[in-house]
């Protein structure tokens, strides 16, 4: 799994710099290619990586509980 997110995040930064080329060289395609990029990170990479980081239950030492619950 921590292989596939760095592949997925390599691949996130090589399509982003291929979208930042495209807006310097002013391609009417460029808004497009940024676009799905953002897409790309927000409903795969980061659903992926969130899963993949609090799948064994790390995140319970970091949350506070009341102990006065009534």
Known sequence: ???LLKILFI???VWMATGIYL???E???AQIVMGLG???MSFI???IFIYYR???GKYKKYIIENKDKK
Do not use: A, Q, R
């Open 1 to 3: 799994m921590k292989t």
């Open 11 to 13: 691949l996130f930064l």
């Open 23 to 25: 807006l310097n060289i």
């Open 27 to 29: 391609h009417e395609k």
């Open 38 to 40: 953002v897409m790309y």
């Open 45 to 47: 990479l980061m659903p």
């Open 54 to 56: 609090y799948k064994d």
